[in-house]
C-alpha cells in the first residue's frame, strides 16, 4: 500500500554546549529542562494547536521529535516549535527538516535515512544562535554567556548580569528539578526502594543559594551512553514495513523507561553505600542533569562517583536484559537476518573527577572523551563478551587539554618499553564473574581487588597497602625509570607484608621480567595510578 505521508525531524543542536557552558548547577539543569520541552512538551502542544490528531508522534524525546504526516501539518508544527524555542530558549539552536518527498512504496527505513542525510545537509546553512543576539554596539555582556545584559540583580552580596539565555534557564530549573524528583521517586516506588534515597538529589533550596553536590574536594561528571543502539536502528530495515515505526517507537520509549529506572536504581544502591558505616548521614550527593534516551550526564560527590557508575551501568544492563520488549526485539532481527545485533543491550560511561571549581564545559568534554574510549574498548570485545565498560581520569591539572593532551606525559619507560601509566577502559564485572580477571583484559573485579588492598576494613581496621607506602608508589611512578627502581625496591623493604607488596607489583608488571625480556605487549596494564586515584577520591582527599 503507498504511504502519502512524510517523514520529519524536529531537533535541538549543541545541546550540551547549551548545557554546560556555565558553572551555576541552577542553569545547567535549567538548560537541559529547555531542550526536554522540545521534544516532549513544544511539539505535542504544536500538534493539538495546528493539526489535532493529523500527524503520527514516532519519538518524542528529549530535544528531538520524529513525526509522520502531511508536508503541509509538518510545516505548521515546525514553524510553531522553532519560533516557541526563539522566545523561550534563547541560545538553543532548534531547526526541522520535512522530507523532500513522501514514503510511497519506499521501506519506511530507507525513506528515514533519506531525512536524515537532508536533515544533516541543511545544517550547514544555518546561522547559530549566536548570531540572534549581536554585541554591536558595544553592549554588557551577561556574566556566564558572554550574551547581551537584560537584568542585573544583587546575589549573595554581588551584583550579576543576566542575559536573556541566562534568565530562561534559571527560570526553568525549578521544575526541571521537581520534575526530576517526581521522576525518580516514582521508579524508586517501581522498583520498591527505600523512598529515602530521594535525599540524595540535590535540593532546590540548594540550588537558589548556588550550593553544589556534597563538596569532598572534587566532583565527579559522569557521562554514559547506550551501546551499539544506532545499529539496532538501521538493523529495523530488515523488518517488514508495517513493523518498521512500530518497533522504532517501543524501542525509543523502552530506553527511556530503562534509562530513568536504572539512574534511580543506582542512586537507591549508593545512597545506602555512603550511610552505611553509622556516620553522619551524606545527601544531596548527586544532580542529574542531562537524562534523554540511553543518553545521561550526572554530576556526582567525588566519594561517590565511582561506585555509582558501576551500579548504573550494571542496573542497565540487568533491566534491559529483563525488558520482554527489547528481548524479543533482538530475537525478531536475528531472525530476519540483521547483522551485528547484541545478545544483550550494554552502556559505556565516562567519569572525569574534577576541582568542583574546574570549567564544567571542559570536565563535561574529558567525560564525554573518556565515554568514547570506553565504546571502543567495548567494540573490540570478543563477539561473545557483551559487558559494558567504563573509563575513568581523576583530573590534578587545572589546564583545559584534551584527554590526549593530559595523558600524554603519563608514560613509563621501562625495560624498553613505554607503557601508559593510567588504567585502560575496564569491562564491568558482573556477578558470577571470576574475582581475579586475565592481567590484559581489566575488569572492574580487578579494580576492586586492588582498590580492597588500599582501604582500610571494618571497624577501621588498617589497609593491606597502608597509605603512605602507597603515596611513596605513586610518587615514584612519576618519576624516572632508575627512580622508580630504587624507590619500590625500598616500599617493598619497608613494608610490614614484603611478599603481599612484590606481589601487587608483579601483578601490575612494575618488575623486570624474569626472563630479563618482554614486550610491553606481554605486560600487564598499570592500574595502580588509577587505584590510587580512586581511593583518594572514595575518602575525599583528592585534591
Known amino acids: 500500500m503507498t504511504d502519502a505521508r512524510r517523514w520529519a525531524v524536529i531537533e535541538s543542536a549543541s545541546n550540551q554546549r547549551f548545557v554546560f557552558d556555565s558553572n551555576r548547577r541552577r542553569q545547567n539543569i535549567g538548560a537541559s529542562e529547555l531542550i526536554r520541552r522540545v521534544g516532549e512538551q513544544w511539539v505535542r502542544e504544536a500538534i493539538d494547536a495546528v493539526a489535532p490528531g493529523r500527524i503520527e508522534i514516532v519519538v518524542a524525546a528529549s530535544g528531538r521529535a520524529l513525526l509522520l504526516g502531511s508536508a503541509d501539518d509538518l510545516r505548521a508544527v515546525v514553524r ?24 510511497g512504496d519506499e521501506h519506511p527505513g530507507e525513506s528515514l535515512d533519506r531525512l536524515y542525510r537532508e536533515h544533516a545537509a541543511g545544517r550547514a546553512h544555518l546561522r547559530g544562535p549566536e548570531a540572534r543576539e549581536p554585541r554591536l554596539p558595544i553592549l554588557a555582556a551577561d556574566s556566564f554567556y558572554g550574551t547581551p545584559v537584560a ?62 553536590v556534597v563538596q569532598d574536594g572534587r566532583v565527579g561528571i559522569v557521562h554514559a551512553d547506550g551501546n551499539g543502539i544506532g545499529q539496532l536502528l538501521l538493523a529495523l530495515n530488515r523488518l517488514d514495513g508495517a513493523l518498521f515505526t512500530e518497533r522504532y517507537r517501543m524501542l525509543s520509549e523502552a530506553l527511556d523507561r530503562i534509562t530513568w529506572s536504572s539512574l534511580a536504581q543506582a542512586i537507591t544502591e549508593t545512597h545506602a553505600l555512603l550511610n552505611a558505616d553509622g556516620r553522619r548521614p551524606v545527601a544531596e550527593w548527586i544532580l542529574p542533569v542531562l537524562i534523554g534516551g540511553d543518553d545521561v550526564t550526572v554530576i556526582v560527590a567525588g566519594r561517590a562517583a565511582y561506585r555509582f557508575t558501576i551500579a548504573f551501568l550494571r542496573a542497565f544492563e540487568s533491566q534491559a536484559a529483563a525488558h520482554d520488549g527489547i528481548t524479543a526485539l533482538l530475537e525478531e532481527l536475528r531472525g530476519a537476518g540483521a547483522e551485528g545485533v547484541p545478545a544483550r543491550v550494554t552502556a559505556s560511561a ?86 581475579d580477571d586475565t592481567a590484559l583484559a581489566p575488569t572492574t573485579n580487578a579494580m576492586d581487588g586492588l ?27 612519576l618519576e624516572s625509570p632508575e627512580t622508580l627502581s630504587r624507590e619500590l625496591d625500598a616500599v617493598v623493604a619497608n613494608a610490614e607484608d614484603g611478599v603481599l607488596m612484590k606481589q601487587v607489583l608483579a601483578d601490575q608488571g612494575l618488575g623486570a621480567p624474569a626472563d630479563g625480556s618482554g614486550t610491553e605487549r606481554e605486560r600487564p596494564p598499570v592500574l595502580l595510578l588509577t587505584a590510587i586515584d580512586l581511593v583518594d577520591l572514595s575518602e575525599g582527599v583528592a585534591r
Open 151 to 212: 537584568r542585573v540583580e544583587r546575589r549573595h552580596g554581588s551584583l550579576e548580569q543576566l542575559g536573556r539565555r541566562a534568565l530562561a534557564c534559571e527560570g526553568a530549573a525549578a521544575e526541571a528539578r521537581q520534575r526530576m524528583a517526581d521522576r525518580i521517586e516514582r521508579e524508586l516506588s517501581a522498583l520498591g526502594a527505600d523512598p529515602s534515597s530521594l535525599e540524595a538529589v540535590l535540593t532546590e533550596r540548594s540550588l537558589q543559594r548556588g550550593a553544589d
Open 451 to 477: 582498590l580492597a588492598q588500599m582501604t582500610r576494613g571494618e571497624g577501621g581496621s588498617r589497609a593491606a597497602l597502608p597509605s603512605g607506602a602507597v603515596r611513596r608508589m605513586r610518587a615514584a611512578l
Open 350 to 435: 565516562g567519569l572525569a573527577a574534577v576541582d568542583s571549581h574546574h570549567p564544567f564545559s571542559h570536565g563535561y568534554e574529558l567525560s564525554a572523551a573518556l565515554c568514547a574510549s570506553a565504546k571502543a574498548r567495548q567494540r573490540a570485545l570478543s563477539p561473545d563478551d557483551d559487558r559494558s565498560t567504563l573509563d575513568v581520569h581523576v583530573l590534578f591539572e587545572s589546564s583545559l587539554r584534551d584527554l590526549e593532551g593530559i595523558r600524554e606525559p603519563l608514560h613509563l619507560d621501562q625495560h624498553g618499553n613505554r607503557r601508559a601509566l593510567w588504567s585502560p577502559p575496564l569491562v564491568v564485572s558482573r556477578a558470577g564473574d571470576p574475582g
Open 80 to 103: 510553531a516549535v522553532t519560533r516557541r524555542a526563539l522566545v523561550e530558549a534563547p541560545g538553543l539552536m532548534v531547526w526541522g527538516t520535512i522530507a523532500s518527498r513522501v514514503i
